[in-house]
């Protein structure tokens, strides 16, 4: 009787997940161990039926380019997906493991807004699919990102860092801009740490360095700086000149800024011109130099990349 109810069960569970019902009766014969093998064949049909036809594993196979483009439509329409519809992708990434608070935080974050898709891409990332209606300005889809980014760290007391796409105009186009949001959160990381939200279509120089061929940027980087490498120039120097560059090359607001004395920052400025030839109280110098050192932490970035 025990078994009859478990399969009964199972076959509920099919149906539910499915819509087929079916129909098995027992026979007095059937022996225990081929009930059990049913009832185990029937829950893992619901379990692979799920997985298949699950909203967010129809997502993320779409995203990552596994789902096949001629069933996207048909597949979509099945789960109530608008296939149709402009959204924003967004790609959020913490370091530390994401757990169900993060989730729960976004759903509240916007309770009137039911076609907003959360996808897990991995422990530390997370996607989000956003329907943007007739107005929306990119302007706001980044305050947007903003509002998530404070919304997380003091309700879940999580800091992420977040990528999002160009507008896109249906879930074909999906896989690109989940490839937009991966390079934009890749790049912003490198060569933007400072800031915490990486539009696809802000990533400026960032971008165009990062889809240099190797060979092209040691050239560059030994016609700028010889034999110099990086630590012929100590972290804190470093450090001084990028804060020289975000106040626009200006001496007294970035030696106060690092409370220094401006002869201080004036000798260091003065170091580097002897070891490289490059002026950075000149603009142009000023650029060759900001991007010698862009290039450079992108070239350490792959070799490490490629060590692991």
């Known amino acids: 009787m025990e078994q009859s109810q478990e399969l009964s069960k199972a076959l509920e569970e099919l149906t ?11 026979q007095p014969e059937t022996s225990k161990e081929k009930i059990d093998e049913s009832i185990r064949q029937i829950r ?14 129809f997502l993320l196979n779409l995203m990552t380019g596994t789902a096949q483009d001629c069933e996207i439509s048909e597949r979509a ?16 990434e913490s370091s530390k493991k994401m757990d169900e608070t993060v989730t729960e935080v976004l759903k509240q974050l916007f309770p009137l807004q ?7 891409v ?33 309700e879940a007391l999580t800091h992420v860092q977040i990528a999002y796409s160009d507008l896109i105009p249906d ?31 802000k990533l400026g120089i960032g971008r165009l360095i990062h889809e240099l061929p190797e060979k092209l940027c040691e050239d560059f980087l030994f016609e700028i700086f010889g034999d110099i490498t990086s630590e012929h120039l100590d ?3 470093l450090a001084a000149i990028d804060k020289f560059f975000q106040n626009n090359l200006n001496i007294a607001e970035t030696a106060r800024q690092l409370h220094m ?15 490289t030839g490059l002026d950075l109280r000149q603009f142009e110098d000023a650029m060759t130099f900001k991007i010698a050192i862009m290039i450079l932490n992108y070239l350490q970035s792959e070799r490490n990349v490629s060590h692991e």
Not at 45 to 57: H, P, R, S
Not at 174 to 192: C, D, M
Not at 261 to 275: D, M
């Open 16 to 26: 539910r997940a499915t819509g087929v019902a079916l129909d098995i009766h027992i």
């Open 44 to 57: 893992s049909l619901c379990a692979a039926y799920k997985e298949k036809y699950n909203k967010n594993y």
């Open 77 to 92: 329409a099945r789960l109530h997906i608008r296939a149709v519809k402009p959204r924003y992708l967004f790609l959020l």
């Open 114 to 120: 039911k076609k907003i898709y959360l996808v897990p």
């Open 122 to 154: 991995n422990e530390f990332q997370l996607a989000m699919l956003y329907p943007v209606k007739d107005g929306c300005t990119s302007e706001d889809i980044h305050n947007l990102a903003h509002t998530m980014i404070d919304t997380l760290s003091m």
């Open 171 to 201: 879930l074909h186009a999906l896989p690109s801009a989940y490839k937009q949001t991966a390079l934009a959160l890749r790049v912003g990381k490198l060569f933007y740490s400072e800031q915490s939200v990486f539009p696809f279509n």
């Open 235 to 237: 972290k804190d120097t």
């Open 261 to 275: 004395h401006r002869n201080t920052l004036i000798y260091r400025l003065e170091q580097v011109e002897k070891r």
